[in-house]
């Protein structure tokens, strides 16, 4: 069984949400989709039933959604709770709500909460709240997990218990797909991690998936055929997992007490080369140097700025309209190029 988002499209009047795109989450699988707060509100509505796609559907199992929703569970980002009821008696409710055959006990400490099982939800911190709404979600048992923001301002205690959550409903078979605009939070919860922006969908890919695909293809091709290859994405670590990203995808890049730092959409990822070696890898995608500690996508640039007769800034075309400082020496090689 799967969820399939089929040439899924969302427009309002004349602005594209996001274009068609294609996507399935397979039993035992981890899916993130990253995005604007707008691509995921729009994305959650159309799972609610609360608004229709413009073009394309949404299919479990191969089935119209609307026959298929039961199947699938949804952790909110914002959610009530009953503040009166104490955890025991909100997840006794939700039991005897969806007939669950889910132990209670169990549902506790998966969650870790039973040594509070008599405390009232209302006493409860924003962290243990978001546990308690989990233990809610398990108790329905989907075979669809859909999670808001998972993990947004959780503590690490409890960011730890849903991950290891996680890696339990994949073991049970569950399908799991995840919304947000955290990537950090994307690469680490996810098997498999996609961008849906107005460009499209796009998978992100992470030093695990690179090395699957290069143990595939040398199982397949002889020593003797291998040539030399050139990598043109940029790594950064998130946390345990290595994130690669396409050159274009980056805005710019800052360098800052010796450490460089990507730019992109609205977030920063540290990456271990020095600013010289990001210079000659990204100079045959259209970056350049405005300054000792700035690189930049010549094609984000939308305004170039004349302060003073010596001081200039680019302005990009992102969603922080972010402004760069462009040093003198660099005006002048910008205008040259520019054909100025």
């Known amino acids: 069984m799967t969820l399939q988002f089929i040439n899924a499209e969302k427009r309002i009047h004349d602005f594209m949400i996001f274009p068609s795109f294609n996507l399935t989450v397979s039993f035992g699988k981890a899916v993130a989709i990253y995005s604007s707060v707008n691509v995921r509100e729009q994305l959650m509505e159309v799972l609610l039933e609360k608004i229709r796609l413009s073009a394309g559907e949404v299919q479990i199992a191969g089935d119209s959604y609307n026959k298929s929703k039961q199947l699938l569970g ?126 499209g969908l796009h998978s992100i890919q992470t030093r695990d998936a690179v090395e699957d695909q290069s143990a595939a293809e040398e199982s397949s091709i002889s020593a003797e055929s291998v040539q030399p290859v050139r990598f043109e994405k940029i790594p950064s670590k998130v946390n345990d997992k290595i994130v690669l990203f396409d050159p274009p995808e980056i805005d710019y890049i800052e360098s800052n007490e010796g450490q460089s730092f990507l730019h992109i959409k609205g977030e920063s990822f540290s990456t271990n080369f020095t600013l010289n070696e990001l210079e000659d890898r990204l100079l045959p995608f259209g970056f350049f140097r405005c300054h000792r500690s700035y690189i930049v996508n010549l094609q984000k640039v939308r305004e170039v700025i004349t302060w003073t007769r010596n001081s200039y800034s680019l302005v990009l075309d992102d969603m922080e309209k972010s402004t760069i400082p462009l040093s003198k020496t660099k005006m002048i090689e910008l205008k040259e190029m520019l054909g100025l």
């Open 74 to 199: 949804f952790l909110f980002l914002n959610q009530g709770l009953y503040e009166r009821l104490s955890i025991e008696e909100m997840i006794r409710f939700t039991k005897q709500l969806y007939t669950s055959k889910i132990s209670i006990e169990d549902t506790m400490h998966a969650v870790q909460l039973h040594s509070k099982r008599k405390v009232k939800i209302k006493e409860l911190s924003y962290s243990e709240r978001r546990r308690m709404q989990l233990a809610c979600l398990l108790m329905q048992n989907p075979s669809y997990y859909i999670f808001e923001e998972a993990d947004q301002n959780m503590d690490l205690e409890s960011k730890r218990i849903f991950l290891t959550i996680l890696q339990g409903l994949k073991e049970q078979g569950k399908g799991v797909l995840i919304l947000t605009g955290n990537m950090e939070s994307a690469v680490t919860a996810a098997d498999e991690v996609y961008r849906l922006d107005d460009n």
